[in-house]
């Protein structure tokens, strides 16, 4: 984060989202002023609120995604929610605290995940033992024996004299676990069954009692449901094993035993409070005038449970009490229906920067189709390659698809770039159906094949009642 400009910003969104200048330039100013915050003295830094962003524009036009790839780009705790599943307190439904728990599961989870990284290398030789105790169980303390089977691809006759039949006896020597050490790292065991006992909760054992100290409704049953079966030795269950899935299961719980959650929680609660991106998608369907007369539940409660949050709260999370103060939030709506006047003026007053997104025209449908990374021609001549069988398109006939979605958005609803799915779709659905028969061909797919494939839709003026 800290070597991005806001121009090189948009030069990274640029990869993967197409037009849509302003609110990327939006974006990246909010971005690099969380930068510039944190530089800042003491006294000056906690003043600094951050800009929260409304985004408008019609669906399908680039709203989540480039709140989604923004985050991406300076691995930021990124949650995306819906404004339509919240209900007013009172009502049965999810409570809009929900949403900064479950920001904080996420910026947990990263956490965990990075330092399991940082020391995979460490726990290797700690797995390695665990994974010849589980090979050699005559090599342990107590002596014990489990009735293994034997060692795939191996000859008796090679086998150090502590093993019959690829089983170990009562007692193994010191030159035996160095023995099968030396197969184990050559890959010569990875087909072999071993006894594993595997803890069902390992997921939420490193949460500990957290969960007491807030939450949901829904985090307290789980974390009773865990107690619970580790009482009642539940949450054990032995199972067998080849030694290439114990490996995954033995890693996980060797790093879960190397790190410290406490520790972990506390960093990702001052990542999440400081860089944390909580972007509220539907606005625009809570947002009304006159709430009573839509005989549902109140939006306009909703509105209001949601403000405090925006405005900057603690809430309880079973990873401790976070701070919503400089969390960075981006609502996004179509207001088809409504207008952003119509929130209520504390929110509005919380989302400073107003972005207005274009509707997609045919140029922007051909360079969608054409230039990012993850561009929808680029995915089905990958997909079908997996097949032998070779797409290529031509210009004219992006040219027409783009046409055609462009025709379709202004004659029916405007649903943006996923239009371009649904014509892709139809375009290749019959070499997609019988691609095993292609196997090894080049097939060229030119205007004259989108034509004829989207006949109906050419010939109709009603487009949308062939393309949904």
Do not use: C
């Not at 991005?4 to 993967?16: A, F, M």
């Not at 949460?207 to 580790?230: E, K, N, P, R, W």
């Not at 006159?290 to 403000?307: F, H, K, M, P, T």
Request: hydrophobic letters at 40%.
């Amino acid at each position: 984060m800290e070597g991005l400009t806001p121009k090189q910003i948009v030069e990274k969104l640029d990869q993967y989202i197409i037009g849509q200048e302003n609110a990327k330039k939006s974006v990246a100013v909010a971005l690099r002023n969380r930068l510039r915050r944190i530089q800042l003295p003491p006294e000056i830094k906690d003043e600094v609120a951050p800009k929260n962003i409304l985004m408008i524009g019609p669906t399908g036009v680039g709203k989540t995604e480039i709140a989604r790839r923004l985050a991406k780009l300076v691995n930021a705790p990124f949650i995306k929610v819906e404004a339509t599943k919240y209900t007013e307190v009172g009502y049965v439904g999810r409570d809009v605290e929900s949403m900064v728990r479950d920001l904080m599961a996420v910026g947990f989870n990263n956490v965990k995940r990075e330092i399991e990284e940082s020391m995979r290398k460490d726990a290797e030789p700690r797995i390695e033992e665990r994974l010849l105790d589980l090979l050699l169980p005559g090599s342990e303390s107590d002596g014990s024996v489990v009735e293994d089977g034997g060692v795939e691809g191996k000859d008796e006759a090679n086998l150090p004299s502590e093993v019959e039949g690829g089983k170990p006896k009562s007692t193994v020597s010191p030159e035996t676990r160095e023995k099968f050490r030396q197969w184990l790292r050559e890959g010569k065991l990875e087909d072999r069954q071993v006894e594993l006992v595997v803890n069902k909760t390992r997921g939420n054992s490193s949460v500990g009692m957290g969960f007491f100290a807030g939450g949901s409704l829904d985090d307290l049953q789980s974390g009773m449901m865990d107690i619970q079966d580790m009482l009642s030795g539940r949450n054990k269950k032995r199972r067998m094993v080849s030694v290439k899935e114990a490996r995954k299961i033995v890693e996980e719980e060797v790093l879960d035993s190397m790190i410290d959650a406490d520790n972990v929680a506390d960093i990702a609660k001052e990542r999440v409070e400081q860089s944390g991106i909580i972007f509220i998608d539907e606005i625009d369907k809570i947002a009304t005038k006159n709430a009573s007369s839509s005989g549902q539940v109140s939006r306009e409660g909703v509105q209001r449970d949601i403000l405090p949050i925006v405005e900057g709260s603690k809430v309880n999370t079973k990873f401790g009490v976070v701070d919503t103060t400089h969390i960075l939030f981006i609502a996004a709506g179509a207001f088809s229906l409504s207008a952003p006047s119509d929130l209520i003026p504390e929110l509005q007053g919380r989302f400073p920067l107003r972005v207005e997104l274009d509707s997609l025209t045919k140029a922007e449908f051909r360079r969608i189709l054409l230039e990012p990374r993850n561009a929808l021609t680029k995915q089905y001549v990958s997909l079908l390659e997996t097949e032998g069988v070779k797409i290529v398109f031509t210009d004219d006939a992006i040219d027409r698809m783009s046409f055609l979605a462009e025709e379709v958005n202004a004659k029916s609803e405007n649903i943006g770039a996923r239009r371009l799915h649904t014509i892709m779709e139809k375009v290749l659905e019959e070499i997609s159906f019988d691609a095993d028969e292609h196997s090894g061909e080049t097939i060229t797919i030119d205007e004259a094949y989108v034509n004829r494939r989207l006949s109906d839709v050419v010939q109709d003026q009603d487009l949308s009642r062939y393309i949904l």
